[in-house]
């Protein structure tokens, strides 16, 4: 992909449309134009999204840049209501890039569906028969669907979990391990679990209830990481290696405090569920699985590590479920989720993980370091004062008047905003 020219978030001249005008550019694809400018969802095909539509809510569709992922350049898509997001992360890798970007990798989309299993009279019995005719069980997985195996996913395994004492009795819970391939997963897993609950019966004779995925996708992990020597961090009056022991003392504070850790790795996710939900993903599920995996040892911790190396740079990095993919659902529907999918150019569900993983690095980075440095509420209400000018009645040219007059006073609330704004409003 072309690097954008920098510069992109200054452009004045009809801001956002210019902004845009310079993306679509890039793709020589006026469809994109429209596709992401906003409206692009029909009510007539919101309808058939989802049940009961009266009609439709928009957020913000902005633009990370600078990212570099395994030597590959890419525009990202946020959709978020939140300031500071969309800039921060694209200033941290902006500062990435001047010590080789992110490397990022993950596993193969392998998800788990989920068959419980009850009035098990002889578990070992039950155990074994599901052991002997685990092809057997695999192949009538597979029977659900031949396209998924015939480009290389399907039912690979099982997984026997067994609960022998809860409050309804003892319970074997069989996994369905399935490769995914592009997609998310849920509607395919689902339905080879059903699929194959009667022959589970007769070979258990027990009765099976619940059939459904497990959005904790442990199986399928993305990671990464980043290096950035010291000088890179310089801030202030600071100097890099100072930077660099205020982000280390604030992520092991994360590592060891449950209390921090929930606001530590909200944060991460500041920067995962824009692209998530930009990319028409279900960043619930994503929001589900990387908490669950937070607490995978018994206690809630971070998602994320930063540590001074032998190098003396900051290293950083993350691991976590992703479960998302690029066919089926919104990701096929939706004209925005289409576009943004488009902008980015990745080719797989695995490479959109690892660029997702790789900016909720980003967005960490870029909290730890206001945190430890001057605190996240000074860049951040520079970047909240449009917000305070418009909650004010700032409209036009006033906006930017009122949002400088607020900077410069160092009193950016919404009663300075009123002060300062135009006798005329």
Same mark, same amino acid.
């Given at each position: 992909?072309?690097?954008? %020219?920098?510069?992109?978030?200054?452009?004045?001249?009809?801001?956002?449309?210019?902004?845009?005008?310079?993306?679509?550019?890039?793709?020589?694809?006026?469809?994109?134009?429209?596709?992401?400018?906003?409206?692009?969802?029909?009510?007539?095909?919101?309808?058939?999204?989802?049940?009961?539509?009266?009609?439709?809510?928009?957020?913000?569709?902005?633009?990370?840049?600078?990212?570099?992922?395994?030597?590959?350049?890419?525009?990202?898509?946020?959709?978020?209501?939140?300031?500071?997001?969309?800039?921060?992360?694209?200033?941290?890798?902006?500062?990435?890039?001047?010590?080789?970007?992110?490397?990022?990798?993950?596993?193969?989309?392998?998800?788990?569906?989920?068959?419980?299993?009850?009035?098990?009279?002889?578990?070992?019995?039950?155990?074994?028969?599901?052991?002997?005719?685990?092809?057997?069980?695999?192949?009538?997985?597979?029977?659900?669907?031949?396209?998924?195996?015939?480009?290389?996913?399907?039912?690979?395994?099982?997984?026997?979990?067994?609960?022998?004492?809860?409050?309804?009795?003892?319970?074997?819970?069989?996994?369905?391990?399935?490769?995914?391939?592009?997609?998310?997963?849920?509607?395919?897993?689902?339905?080879?679990?059903?699929?194959?609950?009667?022959?589970?019966?007769?070979?258990?004779?027990?009765?099976?209830?619940?059939?459904?995925?497990?959005?904790?996708?442990?199986?399928?992990?993305?990671?990464?990481?980043?290096?950035?020597?010291?000088?890179?961090?310089?801030?202030?009056?600071?100097?890099?290696?100072?930077?660099?022991?205020?982000?280390?003392?604030?992520?092991?504070?994360?590592?060891?405090?449950?209390?921090?850790?929930?606001?530590?790795?909200?944060?991460?996710?500041?920067?995962?569920?824009?692209?998530?939900?930009?990319?028409?993903?279900?960043?619930?599920?994503?929001?589900?699985?990387?908490?669950?995996?937070?607490?995978?040892?018994?206690?809630?911790?971070?998602?994320?590590?930063?540590?001074?190396?032998?190098?003396?740079?900051?290293?950083?990095?993350?691991?976590?479920?992703?479960?998302?993919?690029?066919?089926?659902?919104?990701?096929?529907?939706?004209?925005?989720? %289409?576009?943004?999918?488009?902008?980015?150019?990745?080719?797989?569900?695995?490479?959109?993980?690892?660029?997702?993983?790789?900016?909720?690095?980003?967005?960490?980075?870029?909290?730890?370091?206001?945190?430890?440095?001057?605190?996240?509420?000074?860049?951040?209400?520079?970047?909240?004062?449009?917000?305070?000018?418009?909650?004010?009645?700032?409209?036009?040219?006033?906006?930017?008047?009122?949002?400088?007059?607020?900077?410069?006073?160092?009193?950016?609330?919404?009663?300075?905003?009123?002060?300062?704004?135009?006798?005329?409003?």
């Amino acid at each position: 992909m072309k690097k954008i %020219k920098s510069g992109f978030s200054n452009l004045k001249n009809a801001v956002p449309n210019a902004r845009l005008q310079r993306i679509t550019n890039q793709f020589s694809d006026e469809s994109m134009t429209a596709n992401l400018r906003g409206d692009a969802l029909s009510l007539e095909l919101a309808d058939g999204m989802i049940e009961n539509v009266i009609g439709k809510f928009e957020l913000p569709l902005g633009v990370a840049t600078h990212f570099q992922v395994n030597g590959k350049e890419y525009l990202v898509p946020m959709c978020v209501e939140e300031p500071s997001v969309v800039a921060a992360a694209s200033y941290m890798a902006k500062l990435a890039r001047k010590c080789g970007g992110f490397i990022a990798n993950a596993d193969a989309p392998i998800m788990r569906g989920q068959i419980q299993i009850l009035g098990i009279d002889d578990m070992d019995q039950a155990r074994t028969a599901i052991n002997r005719h685990k092809r057997e069980i695999i192949e009538l997985a597979n029977e659900k669907d031949r396209t998924l195996v015939a480009l290389g996913g399907g039912c690979q395994d099982l997984e026997i979990h067994e609960f022998s004492d809860t409050h309804v009795g003892s319970m074997m819970i069989l996994h369905l391990l399935v490769d995914v391939r592009d997609a998310m997963g849920a509607n395919t897993v689902n339905t080879m679990a059903e699929h194959i609950s009667p022959l589970i019966e007769k070979l258990t004779s027990g009765y099976v209830k619940l059939r459904i995925l497990s959005n904790l996708a442990d199986r399928r992990l993305a990671r990464a990481s980043v290096e950035i020597e010291s000088s890179v961090l310089e801030k202030d009056d600071l100097a890099g290696d100072e930077v660099i022991k205020g982000i280390e003392e604030a992520s092991v504070f994360a590592e060891v405090d449950p209390y921090r850790a929930a606001t530590h790795n909200k944060g991460i996710m500041n920067g995962i569920d824009p692209i998530v939900v930009a990319t028409g993903n279900d960043w619930r599920a994503v929001e589900a699985g990387a908490h669950a995996y937070a607490a995978k040892d018994g206690r809630y911790t971070s998602l994320t590590t930063w540590r001074r190396n032998a190098n003396g740079n900051l290293h950083g990095q993350i691991c976590m479920p992703m479960a998302i993919g690029l066919v089926g659902g919104a990701t096929k529907t939706h004209p925005a989720a %289409k576009a943004a999918i488009k902008m980015m150019g990745v080719d797989s569900a695995t490479e959109l993980a690892q660029v997702i993983v790789s900016v909720g690095l980003a967005q960490n980075l870029a909290a730890l370091r206001a945190l430890s440095t001057e605190g996240i509420q000074r860049g951040h209400m520079k970047l909240h004062a449009k917000n305070i000018a418009l909650q004010a009645g700032a409209t036009g040219d006033d906006v930017d008047i009122v949002v400088r007059n607020m900077i410069d006073n160092g009193d950016i609330t919404i009663d300075a905003a009123r002060r300062f704004l135009s006798p005329k409003n």
